[in-house]
């Protein structure tokens, strides 16, 4: 029995290059990474008439008039990080500074052709269909880009700031508010290496207390939601002896592209950390 079937061919590759070099006896560092991937298939699947029996003299045709879908697509994603990180000791200040830049870009495409009614059920081809056709497409893009910094500084390995920000990037808002700032900084002290703690070391050999102010961005988006669509769909009415597809109504607005921008998350924190009875 030979009903139809079903064939993928996929042809991808995925490639990550990286370079590293260093300056100042190792003070400086810089780094680039490169990654990118890339795939194309191809599927098929077609459903025939086939014959089988119930019984011996029972014979019947199955599989209904028959038909073809076609779908190829492919894949594109390109990401590329660069960055330095320095460091530096003078007597008893320690720097740690670090600032780069990142970009990604995606796209993804397929497109679907579906038609039923085989001419011939041994010739399962598009072309030699007569019933109703149908086209899918489906389409995603998104990119983004984002500069970013650290800065460390520690004195006597008693006192420690952090200092972080980002500036990030994103395809999937408006161009007026594709851009956010998103700032964190942290302080800590390490009260157990101050001479006047030397006389608690014994029950508490390690004491710190911390503080931390930070923002995040969330883009967890559609591609494309800040964009008005124009809703379709078939005519209720015959246009040139068929049914076509046909504007239904004006578009909706569902999302004020003006106000439409990154997610901000904020954290404030303050902690200590302590060990008891070295």
Same mark, same amino acid.
């Given at each position: 029995?030979?009903?139809?079937?079903?064939?993928?061919?996929?042809?991808?590759?995925?490639?990550?290059?990286?370079?590293?070099?260093?300056?100042?006896?190792?003070?400086?560092?810089?780094?680039?990474?490169?990654?990118?991937?890339?795939?194309?298939?191809? %599927?098929?699947?077609? *459903?025939?008439?086939? #014959?089988?029996? =119930?019984?011996?003299? /029972?014979?019947?045709?199955?599989?209904? $008039? +028959?038909?073809?879908?076609?779908?190829?697509?492919?894949?594109?994603?390109?990401?590329?990080?660069?960055?330095?990180?320095?460091?530096?000791?003078?007597?008893?200040?320690?720097?740690?500074?670090?600032?780069?830049?990142?970009?990604?870009?995606?796209?993804?495409?397929?497109?679907?052709?579906?038609?039923?009614?085989?001419?011939?059920?041994?010739?399962?081809?598009?072309?030699?269909?007569?019933?109703?056709?149908?086209?899918?497409?489906?389409?995603?893009? %998104?990119?983004?880009? *984002?500069?970013?910094? #650290?800065?460390? =500084?520690?004195?006597? /390995?008693?006192?420690?700031?952090?200092? $972080? +920000?980002?500036?990030?990037?994103?395809?999937?808002?408006?161009?007026?508010?594709?851009?956010?700032?998103?700032?964190?900084?942290?302080?800590?002290?390490?009260?157990?290496?101050?001479?006047?703690?030397?006389?608690?070391?014994?029950?508490?050999?390690?004491?710190?207390?911390?503080?931390?102010?930070?923002?995040?961005?969330?883009?967890?988006?559609?591609?494309?939601?800040?964009?008005?669509?124009?809703?379709?769909?078939?005519?209720?009415?015959?246009?040139?002896?068929?049914?076509?597809?046909?504007?239904?109504?004006?578009?909706?607005?569902?999302? /004020?592209?003006?106000?439409?921008?990154?997610?901000?998350?904020?954290?404030?924190?303050?902690?200590?950390?302590?060990?008891?009875?070295?």
């Amino acid at each position: 029995i030979d009903g139809g079937g079903n064939l993928e061919n996929m042809f991808g590759f995925q490639n990550i290059l990286s370079g590293v070099a260093s300056f100042f006896k190792g003070s400086l560092q810089l780094n680039a990474d490169l990654s990118f991937k890339r795939e194309h298939w191809k %599927y098929n699947q077609d *459903s025939k008439k086939f #014959r089988i029996g =119930y019984g011996p003299d /029972d014979i019947r045709e199955e599989g209904g $008039n +028959g038909y073809v879908m076609e779908r190829n697509g492919y894949l594109n994603n390109n990401n590329i990080n660069l960055y330095g990180n320095y460091v530096k000791t003078l007597g008893r200040h320690s720097f740690n500074l670090m600032t780069g830049y990142n970009q990604e870009n995606y796209l993804y495409s397929t497109v679907e052709a579906y038609r039923d009614a085989l001419i011939s059920s041994s010739l399962p081809y598009l072309g030699l269909t007569t019933g109703d056709a149908r086209i899918t497409p489906a389409y995603g893009a %998104y990119a983004t880009r *984002s500069y970013f910094g #650290r800065m460390n =500084y520690t004195f006597r /390995d008693t006192y420690i700031l952090e200092a $972080n +920000g980002r500036f990030d990037g994103s395809s999937r808002f408006p161009s007026s508010n594709r851009w956010g700032f998103f700032p964190s900084v942290s302080f800590a002290w390490i009260a157990s290496s101050e001479p006047f703690f030397e006389n608690l070391l014994k029950v508490f050999p390690n004491f710190k207390l911390r503080a931390s102010y930070g923002e995040l961005g969330n883009q967890s988006v559609g591609n494309f939601d800040y964009i008005q669509t124009l809703p379709t769909a078939l005519s209720s009415y015959l246009i040139d002896g068929t049914q076509r597809m046909i504007i239904s109504s004006a578009p909706s607005l569902s999302i /004020d592209p003006r106000n439409y921008t990154w997610e901000r998350v904020s954290t404030l924190n303050f902690g200590a950390d302590f060990g008891l009875i070295q």
